[in-house]
């Protein structure tokens, strides 16, 4: 049983920083790809971030420049770096990983930014 435990989000004012966690247990090894996505009220899901087991990463348009994500394969956890957050960041944060074809997915961590 693959299980995904998401911490840091919270509540943060404009132009701050968060960083998130993930980090995947049970009987997993050399994962794929690990990422974020999130989700606004009344928006579909969108990706945040991903990044492979290589190190190659891929950024949403709107986040380039100010996230940074990254990983510890040996501790199969993903991270994402937030700084320069906006109101518009504001969302339900979900890791989500790639592991022999299958998806996986965090219970979400709400991220708020005060304007």
């Known amino acids: 049983q693959v299980q995904l435990v998401e911490s840091g989000g919270g509540l943060v004012q404009a132009g701050g920083s968060l960083r998130l966690s993930c980090a995947a247990s049970?009987?997993?090894?050399?994962?794929?790809?690990m990422g974020w996505y999130r989700q606004a009220p009344r928006k579909q899901r969108e990706l945040v971030a991903d990044?492979?087991?290589?190190?190659?990463?891929n950024y949403g348009d709107s986040v380039k420049g100010r996230f940074t994500i990254s990983r510890d394969n040996a501790k199969n956890t993903v991270y994402l770096q937030m700084n320069s957050l906006k109101p518009e960041d504001t969302a339900v944060y979900y890791c989500?990983?790639?592991?022999?074809?299958?998806?996986?997915w965090g219970q979400g961590t709400q991220v708020t930014v005060s304007s």
């Open positions: 989500n990983i790639k592991w022999i074809g299958l998806n996986y």
């Open positions: 049970g009987n997993i090894f050399s994962i794929n790809t």
């Open positions: 990044i492979t087991s290589g190190g190659r990463t």
